[in-house]
């Protein structure tokens, strides 16, 4: 096997374009540079700085039980011992995007794909595809969670059977897992956190989603979720809101065979769009709901 590659998007005359790869390798801890465990040090210093009174408190508590600090980039390895005894998954090292199938098949068996490479430091505010920081820092603390572990076990195996309906089951499955895992807000005692990774990484938007009245928050419904649309280039139009893990793994018992067929011939809506039945979180109270016909 040869060194690990660090694969991202490639500039080409249509833009930029993802590459995939299958690759599974080892942590190479022993080649990160003086300047990756900076750029790991300062991302993670920030990020909890602001997170207390913004994550959810099963994060912050899980990201602490696994050990992780800012002096260094965590060893995988030394992770799996304490998250395969917690919940079962385990941590592979991946080059960069997997594919859809390759991906859903890790998840099912419980094995999480993180990105072995980590930002530059000209990259810290953003980056195209998931590096070592967004997969270590923002996704694998709430595996530790058993019902959140199961969830994603849950969607990997969905994901999976997704592959026998067609591009519009994977187009919903990737919508579901986008404001969820990704971008996902949760109702806990403590008032409205988030527990969405790609929130949870990102500086500007774990702000954003909380103190900006210019998204929506609406009430989490599956299926509603997987017509909407979604951008990857700016801060999201709208945020789903659960009211804990409990009802995200509920969501995924039922089969969602029925759902792809009515999505099939729907029209997708786009990422802003309030319906008439849509439950709008309150951020004039902090608290309950209004119909999104009052809104």
């Given amino acids: 096997m040869g060194e690990p590659r660090r694969v991202e998007h490639q500039l080409t005359d249509k833009g ?59 060893k995988f390895s030394e992770l799996n011992q304490v998250l395969a005894a917690k919940t079962g998954w385990t941590l592979i090292g991946v080059e ?9 098949e890790h998840l099912a068996n419980r094995r999480f794909p993180v990105t072995w490479w980590i930002r530059r430091p000209d990259q810290l505010d953003y980056l195209s595809e998931p590096d070592l920081f967004h997969d270590l820092f923002g996704h694998v ?13 849950a969607y990997g195996r969905g994901g999976v059977k997704a592959h026998g309906f067609g591009e519009h089951a994977l187009a919903a499955l990737t919508r579901l897992y986008w404001y969820t895992v990704e971008f996902g807000l949760i109702q806990g005692e403590d008032g409205l956190r988030i527990y969405g ?3 949870l990484s990102s500086k ?25 649309r979604y951008r990857i280039d700016t801060f999201q139009k709208t945020y789903f809101v659960i009211e804990d893990f409990e009802q ?19 029209e997708s809506l786009p990422a802003g769009r309030v319906l008439d039945s849509d439950r709008v979180f309150n951020r004039g109270t902090g608290e309950g709901w209004l119909d999104g016909g009052d809104v």
Wanted: glycine share 4%; charged share 25%.
């Fill in 16 to 74: 930029y374009v993802p590459v995939y790869t299958t690759e599974v390798i080892e942590q190479p801890w022993e080649t990160y540079s003086a300047t990756d465990h900076e750029v790991w040090g300062t991302l993670f210093e920030r990020q909890r700085r602001i997170l207390p009174r913004r994550a959810c408190r099963e994060f912050l508590d899980a990201q602490d039980a696994m050990g992780m600090g800012a002096d260094a980039i965590p």
């Fill in 96 to 104: 960069g995007l997997l594919p859809e199938l390759t991906f859903f």
């Fill in 141 to 153: 603390p709430l595996l530790m969670n058993p019902v959140f572990a199961d969830y994603m076990e």
């Fill in 197 to 199: 990774a790609g929130i």
């Fill in 204 to 228: 500007s938007e774990s702000i954003h989603c909380l103190e900006s009245d210019a998204p929506n928050r609406l009430g989490f419904d599956a299926e509603r979720i997987m017509r909407t």
């Fill in 248 to 266: 995200l793994f509920e969501a995924t018992r039922p089969d969602f065979a029925p759902i792809y067929a009515r999505l099939a011939d729907a």
